[in-house]
């Protein structure tokens, strides 16, 4: 404990600030510098924490306490290991008295427990062969970068029965710094890091600056910025990669910026943009570049995990918030506004004992130093408010040798790491994270020698409590991180890519799998993001980036869960993600491409299981915005499993709003336009497969009578269920304006089918109980009410060669659309049509233009089939629809070879 604190905050409550010197005269935040170098000629680097609260081993300036503006490059060169080990109680690797401990940890960086201030400089760690951290009881961890514990609460004490209570800080030295250095760590072997046993909550490990409540430096003209920064590069040449959550709650693991509530603007781009740029240059904003790479010969894994405490948050909330992230942000990371932490009381009055005593003082809230965008009962006592930027830095994650996967994976009952429940415990590679608000940005590249699975909670926890919010998603945002995100995402995998979102019969809502910028209720125009942006209105600023996807020997499958909102997309947006999401889309597969909504046949999982939608493009559920862009698929076929021989299948779901689609849109996602100034969804989607192309519409699953829609379509092309061009649904015919952009899909090998909604169809029958309405099936821009003057041409071609030759492979290559069947809906009107064309069932507008072509080809027949069972399920080849109104055109030529 340094004599800097040996004294309470020293602020009466009256708008003092501290005292200037500390008790030997010099300045009150001096710190200590100083480089500091380790080498081991042979053996270990090991760094073991106490068996006692308040122990610790590191290497780096600071403490316990022990605050300062700490500065000095850390080089470590170990010939064996390096261990940091804070996990050291009974249930740890060397036990002693169950529940000791507390507030352990070992590090390798400036700052440690309680000791704030701004710290930097680099840390550079060579090791001969792996690297292990572990956290353990309460207030644990093991970390890599400048930071550690601190807390912006406060508390209250009595020294004496006859004395005032006074209030005073929980770290009575809080004072937000920025930290700031390249951190570089290179091994041999293993890289694996575990966030804490079963013995107490709020541990961690880490490799990147921050950790708990370390805030940075609110002012951007500070000497290092506004948010913790500096390269990361963590690799192992013939090991893997692992971070792994904790056992109890908020017991987190991460390589990134950030952390749990550390507030700041994390990242920058130094001179990123120049030729031969300087690790050690600092951006306008005072900040290093802070790009991210890992690199690992085996394998990555990064595994959220659920808690092994059996209690609840709140009623029916079960615990955990174990997440593992690569990417700079964290669990309510960024800048927020003071309401978002304390919603009645704000920032405290804070009344140290002694001399200064003014009186008796409970003013309870947050620290008066804790850096928010606003001061709403002005007792904030710090000189800048801050401002959300959000977060910077590209991100590259790779491995080297054959069948090294990198995997994301959320609690999962079958690997032993759900236990009694996992809320918020997700997993993301991006930026940003749970409510952490701003843009990120920074373009991130995949490349897997092996397979690549992003997976969210799965299975049933041992407590009754739900398993919310705990999604995968590769891509900046995240869960109600608003902001406009922006970056290229470009992942190659050697084998099978599998995106599979959340499924638990304890309820797992919100647990989607997306790989593309954006998350659920994501947008700055909404939620907590915009009170945190201070934002005057809403903008059309969305994400953007090109998504180039490539798998050279596998399949990819994008499976929705069965819980709300547990959707499945490949594409910029999500749920509820609204603004203007952009970017071409590529990808090429050799095998398989398939993806499913949220099926749930015997009703097994209770609850709604609702807006499951799985899709691939920019949009989503209620995600409005003008979104555009290209779009090009290659797939050849499934070698085995359910869709052996088929080459791309999109298949619906069976509750409401559980859509499958292959274009930009969604369900009620209308674009921004407004009537005499519409805007329509655009991009040429190009779609070729060696097997079948299959989509196939749902139908309701009603248990009992309930009359719901479902609206369980399937569509390739852009629109969807009531994406109008524009907000109000007002739109004046024969204006020009509408979804749009050329078509081509070509099965080389195989048929092409676009089913309705029937359960009683013998080929290929929908999911569901056959209830609800709205379960069509279009290959074409537009969708049921739909409105807008959509246009492009489309090419259809089953079992034809590029050259017109009929294949040899498959010369029974057909084309099928049959509508859907009797949904008993109580209403009338079953809507569940089958079209090939620009528009659908009300969907009214002038459709195609002059020279516009519709040409379906098939290697042996065309098949319509007009179900009678509902009305309304009609089947249609060219523009329009039922009740369509409009002046439509396009040249169509239809060729059937047999």
């Not at 710090?382 to 990198?406: H, M, N, P």
């Amino acid at each position: 404990q340094a004599d800097d604190f040996n004294v309470y905050d020293g602020l009466d409550g009256t708008g003092s600030l501290f005292w200037p010197l500390d008790s030997s005269g010099n300045p009150l935040y001096d710190g200590f510098s100083g480089d500091i170098e380790l080498k081991t000629l042979a053996g270990d680097v090991r760094f073991t924490g106490g068996n006692s609260h308040s122990t610790f081993a590191k290497v780096g300036h600071g403490g316990y306490e022990t605050g300062g503006d700490h500065s000095g490059d850390i080089t470590i060169d170990a010939a064996a290991n390096l261990i940091l080990n804070a996990d050291i109680d009974l249930h740890g690797t060397a036990p002693g008295d169950a529940g000791s401990g507390n507030q352990t940890y070992a590090q390798v960086g400036h700052g440690g427990f309680y000791s704030d201030g701004e710290q930097s400089g680099n840390i550079d760690i060579t090791v001969g062969g792996g690297i292990t951290g572990d956290a353990g009881d309460s207030n644990s961890f093991a970390m890599i970068g400048h930071g550690g514990i601190s807390s912006h609460g406060t508390s209250t004490a009595q020294w004496g029965s006859t004395n005032p209570i006074f209030r005073y800080g929980t770290n009575r030295g809080y004072r937000p710094g920025t930290r700031t250095g390249n951190i570089e760590v290179d091994a041999f072997g293993d890289i694996v890091f575990t966030g804490g046993n079963t013995d107490g909550g709020d541990s961690f490990v880490m490799i990147g600056h921050g950790g708990r409540s370390i805030a940075a430096n609110p002012d951007p003209t500070g000497q290092y910025g506004d948010g913790h920064n500096g390269g990361i590069i963590v690799r192992t040449s013939d090991g893997k990669i692992r971070m792994q959550g904790g056992q109890n709650n908020q017991q987190f693991a991460m390589i990134g910026h950030g952390g749990f509530e550390s507030f700041g603007n994390h990242g920058g781009i130094g001179d990123d943009l120049a030729v031969g740029s300087d690790p050690n240059a600092r951006d306008a904003n005072n900040q290093l570049d802070s790009d991210i790479v890992v690199e690992a010969a085996t394998g990555v894994e990064m595994i959220a995990t659920g808690t092994s405490n059996s209690g609840n948050w709140g009623s029916s909330q079960g615990g955990s918030r174990n997440f593992a992230q690569i990417g700079h942000g964290g669990w309510r990371s960024s800048f927020r506004e003071v309401a978002d932490m304390d919603g009645t009381n704000f920032y405290a009055k804070l009344q140290p004992y002694g001399s200064n005593f003014g009186g008796q003082a409970d003013d309870s809230g947050l620290h008066p130093l804790m850096p928010a965008v606003d001061n709403p009962d002005g007792n904030y006592m710090g000189t800048v408010l801050a401002t959300v930027r959000g977060f910077t830095g590209d991100i590259s994650v790779k491995t080297t040798q054959a069948g090294g996967d990198i995997l994301f994976i959320g609690p999962n009952e079958a690997d032993g790491t759900l236990d009694h429940g996992g809320r918020e415990a997700y997993v993301q590679l991006g930026h940003g994270g749970y409510r952490s608000h701003g843009s990120g940005v920074g373009d991130i590249t995949v490349t897997s020698a092996g397979g690549i699975t992003f997976q969210a909670l799965q299975g049933t926890a041992d407590s009754s409590g739900t398993s919310h919010d705990a999604f995968a998603h590769l891509g900046h945002g995240g869960f109600r991180s608003g902001g406009n995100h922006e970056g290229d995402i470009n992942v190659v995998s050697e084998d099978s890519i599998l995106f599979q979102a959340s499924d638990s019969t304890n309820g797992a809502n919100e647990g989607f799998v997306q790989l593309g910028h954006g998350g659920f209720d994501d947008d700055d125009d909404q939620g907590e993001a915009t009170a945190a942006l201070l934002k005057s209105g809403d903008n059309d600023i969305g994400n953007t980036g090109n998504i180039e996807v490539t798998v050279n020997n596998g399949d990819l499958e994008f499976l929705a869960g069965r819980d709300v909102w547990t959707f499945a997309q490949l594409g910029h947006g999500g749920g509820s993600t609204r603004d203007s999401h952009s970017g071409e889309i590529s990808v090429d597969v050799s095998g398989g491409i398939r993806f499913v909504a949220g099926t749930d046949p015997g009703d097994t999982n209770p609850g709604a299981n609702n807006v499951t939608h799985a899709m691939l493009g920019h949009g989503g559920i209620d995600s409005d915005g003008d979104h555009h862009g290209n779009i090009m698929v290659r797939a050849g076929s499934f070698a085995a499993g359910p869709e052996a021989g088929r080459g791309i299948v999109f298949r619906a779901g069976d509750h409401d709003q559980n859509f499958a689609q292959l274009g930009h849109g969604g369900d009620s996602s209308r674009t921004f336009g407004s009537a005499g100034a519409e805007v329509g969804l655009f991009g040429d989607i190009d779609v070729e497969s060696d097997g079948d192309i299959l989509f196939v519409a749902g139908t309701f699953n009603q248990q009992i009578w309930q009359n719901n829609d479902g609206r369980n379509y399937v569509q390739l092309g852009h629109g969807g269920y009531d994406v109008d061009v524009t907000q109000d649904g007002s739109h004046s015919i024969g204006n020009g304006v509408g979804h749009n952009g050329s078509i081509r899909v070509v099965a080389n090998d195989g048929g092409i089918y676009f089913l309705g909604g029937d359960t009683q169809r013998a080929f290929e029958p929908s999911v569901g109980t056959g209830a609800g309405r709205f379960h069509y099936a279009q290959l074409g821009h537009g969708g049921y009410e739909a409105r807008g003057d959509h246009w492009g041409s489309i090419e259809v071609r089953a079992g034809i060669a590029a050259d017109g030759t009929v294949s040899v492979v498959n010369p029974n290559a057909d084309i099928m659309l049959a509508s859907g069947g009797d949904g008993g809906d109580r209403w009338g009107d079953q809507n569940s049509y089958a079209m090939i064309g620009m528009g659908g069932r009300t969907a009214q507008g002038n459709l195609g233009r002059a020279g516009d072509t519709i040409s379906v080809m098939a290697g042996r027949d065309i098949n319509l089939i007009a179900n009678t069972g509902g009305p309304n399920n009609f089947v249609h080849l060219g523009n329009g629809g039922f009740d369509s109104r409009g002046d439509h055109q396009a040249d169509i030529q239809v060729f059937a070879e047999r």
